[in-house]
Every structure is written in structure tokens, then in C-alpha cells.
């Protein structure tokens, strides 16, 4: 069964740090796997997405996420903290069942610091 | 292109009583999601649909109902309301590559 792994609640970095945001995920076919951010009562948005090909990905507001098969991670980076990416972050693969519905991880909580 | 839109924003209920969500969607999906949000929990699915007259349970169905007459939109249905149904719920609409697109969500109280 497929499933995905936030390692971290809650992350903390200061504003122009790198932001790292991990995400771990098991899957029985190859993965289309997800990122989406929350801001504070709103709807989850798409930051970016891997599907086939290019195993680096690049998303809106300069976040990036490289797929890694053999550590079957799919890590969230961005170089350079902003105040405005405080937000909840989450992870989802792609349901390996005939639905292909997806399935999120419990999110990751990103602070960040003046 | 409104996308997915949720009707209403917000509802507080007393236990016992009903309700429907609703969810419109103008992207000409075929695929259909209600899910609930509650802290730590990330997202759970209730009900999906694959196309117009079908559904499907997800998850945690149980206490819902749902309902899918029109391809635009997906009903969501609490026939008795329960303070353990207190949640943020949103709906999405699945396009290519099994993206999916999110409402702005329904903050629901049930008292």
C-alpha cells in the first residue's frame, strides 16, 4: 500500500535560511508524487508535481523538489527563506489502486523567523 | 474560471441536526473528493466519485452521505450531526496527471 511520510511537524528557520522540508513515500507502481502548501483558512494549493522524467522539479514561488527513487524520498527545498512562506506544507503520492486517488502526508508546519 | 468553489463558508450545528456541503467544480473533472482536515491528522478522505451518478467510500465514510447528480457538483450530507464531525472539510476535483484541485474549504461546528 502506498504512504507517505513528513518527518517534522514543525520547522522553524530563520527568514533568507534554506528551507528543507522531507518527505518519505512507499509506493507499488511508479509514483506521481505532490507537494501542496496551505496558507492560514485557505484551500491547499499545488507548489509542483513529479510525474515521469526530469527528477528535479521546479514550482511556483521558487520551490523546488528533486525525486529520489533509491531513497524513494522527495525532499522540498528553497534556498532562500520569505516571511510569506509560512504556510503548512504537505506531501501526497499517488493511490497505486485503480482510482489513483492520492494520499497525503499529516503535514509539515514552516515558521519562519525575521 | 471560478475552479472548485464550497458553499457555505462556515455552519455551526447543534448535535442531531442535518446539513448538506456543497461543491461545484467548472474545470469539467470526472473526478470528484470531499475530505476532512483536523489537526495532526493532515487530510482523510470521506467520498469520491468517478463521474456523474457514481461514488465511492474513502476512509472515514461513516456518518456521511454524498451525492453526485451533476458532473459540476458533489453533495456532502451529515444526517445527524456529531460533535466528532467538528472539522474543516474540502472538496477537490482531480485533472491530469492525478492533480487535484482544492476549494477554499467549509469550517463546521457542531455544538
Known amino acids: 500500500a502506498q504512504s507517505v511520510t513528513q518527518l517534522g511537524s514543525h520547522v522553524s528557520v530563520s527568514e533568507g535560511a534554506l528551507v528543507l522540508l522531507r518527505c518519505n513515500y512507499s509506493?507499488?507502481?511508479?509514483?506521481?508524487l505532490f507537494w501542496y502548501v496551505q496558507y492560514p483558512n485557505q484551500g491547499l494549493q499545488l507548489l509542483l508535481k513529479?510525474?515521469?522524467?526530469?527528477?528535479l522539479v521546479k514550482g511556483i514561488n521558487g520551490f523546488e523538489a528533486e525525486f529520489k527513487k533509491s531513497e524513494t524520498s522527495f525532499h522540498l527545498t528553497k534556498p532562500s527563506a520569505h516571511m510569506s512562506d509560512a504556510a503548512e506544507y504537505f506531501c501526497?503520492?499517488?493511490?497505486?489502486?485503480?482510482?489513483?486517488?492520492?494520499?497525503f502526508g499529516k503535514g509539515t508546519k514552516l515558521s519562519v523567523k525575521p | 474560471n471560478a475552479g472548485v468553489t464550497q458553499t457555505p463558508k462556515f455552519r455551526v450545528l447543534k448535535t442531531g441536526q442535518s446539513m448538506t456541503l456543497l461543491c461545484a467544480q467548472d474545470?469539467?473533472?470526472?473526478?470528484m473528493y470531499w475530505y476532512r482536515q483536523d489537526p495532526g491528522m493532515g487530510l482523510r478522505l470521506i467520498h469520491y466519485?468517478?463521474?456523474?451518478?457514481?461514488?465511492a467510500k474513502g476512509e472515514v465514510p461513516d456518518g456521511y452521505n454524498v451525492s453526485r447528480l451533476k458532473k459540476q457538483n458533489f453533495l456532502l450530507g451529515l444526517e445527524s450531526a456529531a460533535p466528532s464531525q467538528t472539522s474543516v472539510y474540502f472538496c477537490?476535483?482531480?485533472?491530469?496527471?492525478?492533480?487535484?484541485?482544492f476549494g477554499p474549504g467549509t469550517r463546521l461546528t457542531v455544538l
Open positions: 477537490a476535483s482531480r485533472g491530469g496527471y492525478n492533480e487535484q484541485f
Open positions: 509506493s507499488s507502481v511508479p509514483p506521481y
Open positions: 513529479y510525474t515521469t522524467g526530469a527528477t
Open positions: 501526497a503520492v499517488r493511490d497505486g489502486g485503480s482510482q489513483g486517488n492520492l494520499i
Open positions: 474545470m469539467n473533472h470526472e473526478y
Open positions: 466519485s468517478v463521474g456523474e451518478g457514481t461514488t
